[in-house]
Each structure stands twice: as C-alpha cells, then as structure tokens.
C-alpha cells in the first residue's frame, strides 16, 4: 500500500499526465504491472490471455484517467478495472462458467494453477518454500470464483475490507463472510498436502 509521498507522487504524474506528458503514463503504472497481471491470469488461467487483459486494463485505464477522482487509491482503481475486464473475457470465451457459492471446491477437475506474488513469506527450506508456494497457487486458482475475488482482494491486494467490498458491490458483511469461508477452503485443501511434504509447522497465519 502506498505511503503519504507515493500518494503524492501518483497524484502529481496523473495531473502531468493529463496536462500533457502523456510519456509518464508507464511511470504511474510501472508499480502495480505484476500486480495487474497476476490478477488477470488468477482468474483467466492462461497466460496469453492473462496478458492480453492486463494490456486491455491499463489501456482503459490511461484512456478514463480524466474520470479518476481519488475517491479511492489509483491502484484499487487500477485492480477494478482488471478485475471487470477478466470477467468481461470469461463472459465472451465461457473459458470457465461463473462458479456457484454452493459449488463444492473439492470437486475434481484440471487446476491451472494461478501465478500470485510473494504474498507472505513461508519459512520453510527453499525447496519446500517452492512447494508449498505451488500448492497455494493451486488451491487458491480452485476456489470458486465469488471466494477468489475476495480473497485476492483482500489477503493478496492488501485491499482494506471497505475498499474490496466497494469494488466488489457487496456488503462489508457479506465480504467478510465470503474471506472467512475463502480461508477455511484454503486450509482445508492444504493441510494434509502439507503433511507430506516435512513435519507440520505455522506456514502461514491470517489476522
């Protein structure tokens, strides 16, 4: 999340941007690049695709950004618009259908696993790191997708709850419903992985 001087910062090249020096775009969104792509391909599982998203995102993006008031940060704006894209393109190809929250999320099915940032470290000997690193990417692509957007919104993006429940047209209530039910899956589906792979340890821990 963004400090007091990169707040400045964005809010200073966005007035440049749009007085002109349109060349400072690539510089207001150099930092959430990786951000926008891992949340493209979270939900399109297809890294072509994934990019062709998070390039249709940023276009969007530098073409409204006269609408962009700062009522929210310019990245949770940015995500939004990721995020409305990504369901755009699921809509149009019926790469995957819109999951159920009654879906059960063991059933079986090909799992691409999604491409996420290193969102908490893991203290586990590198091997098993890159293992366990796996294993929640996986588990995190096979949530239905009601639970993966808050999920990702919430414990990936750092969104605060108000901030994802806005962008996500949802009560605070109801998100936090949705991100309690997104952990238990997440743990539920990872705990005897874990098992196996060395002695049981805290590998990770939500607040």
Do not use: C
Not at 18 to 23: D, I, S
Request: neutral net charge; without cysteine.
């Amino acid at each position: 999340m963004p400090g007091s001087a990169e707040l400045r910062n964005e809010q200073h090249l966005i007035a440049s941007i749009l007085a002109g020096e349109t060349h400072l775009f690539h510089e207001l969104i150099r930092p959430y690049e990786r951000s926008v792509f891992a949340m493209a391909l979270s939900f399109l599982h297809n890294e072509a695709d994934a990019e062709d998203a998070a390039q249709e995102a940023f276009l969007k993006a530098f073409r409204n950004l006269a609408s962009f008031r700062g009522e929210a940060r310019f990245g949770t704006w940015l995500i939004s618009i990721t995020l409305n894209e990504a369901r755009s393109r699921i809509r149009r190809s019926k790469v995957m259908p819109t999951d159920s929250l009654d879906e059960d999320p063991e059933a079986p099915g090909h799992i691409s696993p999604a491409l996420l940032r290193d969102w908490r470290e893991v203290p586990l000997q590198a091997l098993e790191r890159q293992e366990v690193r796996l294993m929640l990417q996986e588990a995190i692509a096979a949530l239905p997708q009601n639970y993966r957007e808050v999920f990702l919104l919430r414990d990936v993006e750092e969104l605060s709850t108000n901030e994802a429940a806005e962008l996500l047209q949802i009560s605070v209530g109801a998100l936090k419903v949705r991100l309690h039910r997104s952990r238990i899956m997440l743990q539920k589906n990872l705990a005897p992985r874990l098992t196996q792979i060395g002695p049981k340890r805290r590998w990770f821990q939500w607040s």
